[in-house]
C-alpha cells in the first residue's frame, strides 16, 4: 500500500517522527506546505502528522481543505505537543477539538512528546510563550506546558508502526 505522512512542524520534533515512520512504512513523508490534491489522489493512505500551538494543530486548515479525500485514506493522526507522552488524554482532546470532522477512532490517535526551548524560538514565539505563562497563572497544567522539554523519542513511533501494520 502507498502512503504519505504529512506533518506540520515548525521546530523539526514532528517532521523527524513523520519521516523516521515513514521510513519505517516505506511511504513518503511531506511536509503540509507542499501537498496536492493529485498527490492526496494518488496515495491509497494517509497519515497526519502535527505540532500543537496554543491548543492548535497546525494540520487543522489543511485538513479542512481537503477533507473528503483526506478522511477516507487517514489511517493516523499524530499530535506532537511540549506535554508528556503518558497524557494520551490531554492529546486525544487537542485531536478532538481541531479534527473531530475527520471522524477518526481514539485508536487512531497519538499524542508524542516534542520538544520546546525557549532560546531556539522563532518569530513571535517567544512572545507567545510569555503571554501563555500570564494568561495560565494558576492552571494545574502550567508548569509543565512552561517548561523547556526534550520529549522526543523516534522509538514511540513504533506502536504506530505496528498499528498500521496491522
Ligand atoms: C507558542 C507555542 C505554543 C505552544 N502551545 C502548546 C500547547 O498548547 N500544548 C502543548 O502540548 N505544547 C505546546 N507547545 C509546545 C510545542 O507543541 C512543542 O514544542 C512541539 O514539539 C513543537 O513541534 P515541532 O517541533 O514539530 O514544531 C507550544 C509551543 C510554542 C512555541
Known amino acids: 500500500m502507498s502512503g504519505l505522512v504529512i506533518y506540520c512542524s515548525r521546530y523539526g520534533s514532528t517532521q523527524e517522527y513523520a519521516e523516521a515512520l515513514a521510513?519505517?512504512?516505506?511511504?513518503?513523508?511531506?511536509?503540509?506546505k507542499n501537498v496536492s490534491a493529485k498527490a492526496l489522489k494518488d496515495t491509497e493512505a494517509?497519515?497526519?502528522?502535527?505540532?500543537?500551538?496554543?491548543?492548535k494543530m497546525g494540520i487543522t486548515k489543511l485538513a479542512k481543505r481537503y477533507r473528503n479525500m483526506i478522511s477516507s485514506k487517514c489511517k493516523a493522526l499524530i499530535v506532537v505537543g511540549g506535554t508528556e507522552r503518558d497524557k494520551q488524554d490531554y492529546y486525544l482532546d487537542i485531536a478532538k477539538k481541531n479534527l473531530s470532522f475527520l471522524g477518526l477512532k481514539d485508536e487512531q490517535i497519538f499524542g508524542l512528546g516534542g520538544r520546546q526551548k525557549m532560546a531556539g524560538m522563532k518569530g513571535m514565539d517567544s512572545f507567545l510563550f510569555k503571554i501563555m505563562d500570564k494568561m495560565i497563572k494558576d492552571s494545574p497544567g502550567k508548569t509543565e506546558m512552561m517548561q523547556e522539554v526534550d520529549y522526543v523519542d523516534i522509538q514511540h513511533i513504533e506502536p504506530i508502526v505496528a498499528y498500521l501494520k496491522k
Not at 23 to 32: D, G, N, Q, R, T
Not at 46 to 55: E, H, P, Q
Open 46 to 55: 494517509v497519515v497526519l502528522a502535527s505540532n500543537v500551538r496554543i491548543g
Open 23 to 32: 521510513k519505517s512504512m516505506k511511504w513518503e513523508a511531506i511536509s503540509y
